[in-house]
């Protein structure tokens, strides 16, 4: 439905889309007119959410028209590149915040510092540092979070860890070997690792392999480094749990939808399962599955050449501006109603605590608390984000991820080796950096 001065009603569809804009400019106007905005993913929760709320942006800004559209996340760079390539790009897009130095240095967005005004010292204030930062790029701030996600992290039914003998989760990748060996029955594996083609898939693998000393690309030099020993051996673990028996038979990891193994363990029909942050909390789990979210195993032996970080992370839903956005000061009113406390808030475990939230606000309700206690407390503590580093995020990235999501599927089928299937990636990949970059 669509709002407007005159009709207050939501509309599903396109933006009307202008002629490229001049930027930067000096302050923010008073706003009116068209606002439109693609929102991409989502939690069911968010999904209901944010219609809900775009009620209340309309409520509070009766000169601004609001055309808001939703879209399943995991075809976002190619719906904005395609509305960009056609002049039909929304003025607020909210995707990933993996995606900003590639529409940054392609020109499908501009940085918010010269249109924000004030606004900015208002972010600053209500925004974590440390998740503010991840709309940065190139010392210029591109988006607005409202949260993160982190990778990577295993779900673990309990009552199965307890009947194979354990008294606490795997810390390290032989002790996740064991675990799972010990937790496979003839009707449950012991463990699920998702692996389609799809990016959140991809993201899993490389929170694995970065803590491994891991990198997909090493911008200083403009080299692809899918085949080093910290890539390398992250996927050879895959492969070792594939060969012990202790994960699902056939095609069930490399389904196209990539929550094929998250209903696996929610069903019981797999004892652990390797997953973002969320988890499956987005979706749920039976009232009688005992069981428990802990961060992924370590490797016993960092083996990569870059230095090991404790999770990746990345903003899932960033609200950026359109280089040709016909009207960024209604943009900017968007983006500002969304740094509020009243809907950083919503995060905070009521009615969504599937992400680690951005705002401070939400750190501070009892409902995050109660959901995710260890959460609280590292935040608490200051250390949630420590030794964090952003998921991937470089021009080219998307071809990049591509090739090692192909490479892992080559892997889980058992059609070759961890190190011919990074090879043959690394060697496609470098191709197209090198055209994309030349």
């Known amino acids: 439905m669509k709002i407007t001065p005159s009709r207050r009603r939501f509309l599903a569809g396109s933006a009307a889309i202008a002629a490229a804009s001049a930027f930067p ?11 439109s ?7 069911p929760t968010e999904v209901e959410m944010w219609p809900e709320r775009n009620a209340a942006f309309a409520a509070g800004h009766p000169d601004i028209g609001l055309d808001y559209s939703y879209f399943y996340g995991q075809i976002r760079r190619q719906k904005i590149l395609a509305g960009f390539q056609t002049r ?51 010392g210029q701030l591109y988006g607005l979070p409202t949260y993160v996600d ?18 606490r989760p795997p810390a390290t990748w032989s002790e996740l070997r064991e675990y799972a060996r010990a937790m496979t029955k003839p009707d449950r594996p012991g463990i699920a690792m998702p692996a389609t083609t799809a990016p959140v898939d991809i993201n899993i693998f490389e929170g694995i392999a970065y803590a491994n000393g891991g990198r997909v690309f090493d911008e200083a030099n403009n080299t692809v480094t899918l085949n080093g020993p910290g890539m390398v051996d992250a996927l050879q673990l895959y492969a070792d749990l594939i060969a012990d028996g202790s994960t699902p038979a056939g095609s069930a990891m490399t389904e196209t939808n990539f929550r094929d193994t998250a209903t696996l363990f929610s069903q019981g029909r797999v004892a652990m399962w390797v997953g973002l942050s969320w988890l499956n909390t987005p979706w ?9 979210g802990t961060p992924f195993p370590r490797p016993d032996t960092v083996t990569g050449a870059f230095a090991p970080v404790n999770a990746i992370m990345d903003p899932t839903a960033i609200l950026m501006v359109s280089a040709r956005s ?24 009521e009615p969504e605590f599937a992400r680690v939230p951005a705002g401070k606000v939400a750190w501070e309700q009892p409902t995050l608390a109660e959901k995710w206690p260890g959460w609280v407390e590292a935040y608490q503590a200051g250390t949630l984000f420590k030794g964090a580093e952003p998921m991937p995020r470089f021009i080219g990235v998307s071809v990049v991820e591509t090739a090692l999501g192909n490479a892992i599927q080559q892997v889980v089928l058992g059609q070759q080796s961890p190190q011919e299937a990074l090879d043959a990636a690394t060697e496609g990949a470098q191709q197209q950096i090198d055209i994309l970059r030349g």
């Open 284 to 292: 749920g789990t039976p009232d009688d599955l005992n069981w428990q």
């Open 37 to 43: 905005v693609w929102k991409f993913g989502g939690t």
């Open 88 to 138: 039909r790009l929304a003025d607020v897009v909210i995707a990933f915040g993996q995606d900003i130095p590639e529409f940054a240095g392609f020109g499908m967005i501009q940085p918010l510092d010269p249109i924000a005004g004030d606004r900015m010292a208002g972010w600053k204030e209500r925004i974590v540092p440390e998740v503010l930062q991840s709309g940065m790029h190139q």
């Open 326 to 349: 016909e009207n960024p000061e209604a943009a900017i009113e968007y983006l500002d109603f969304w740094s509020q406390d009243e809907q950083l808030a919503l995060w905070g475990g």
């Open 25 to 35: 400019m000096p302050a923010v106007r008073a706003a009116s007119g068209t606002v």
């Open 150 to 167: 982190m990778a990577s992290f295993l779900a673990i039914d309990m009552d199965a860890l307890n009947e194979a003998g354990f008294d």
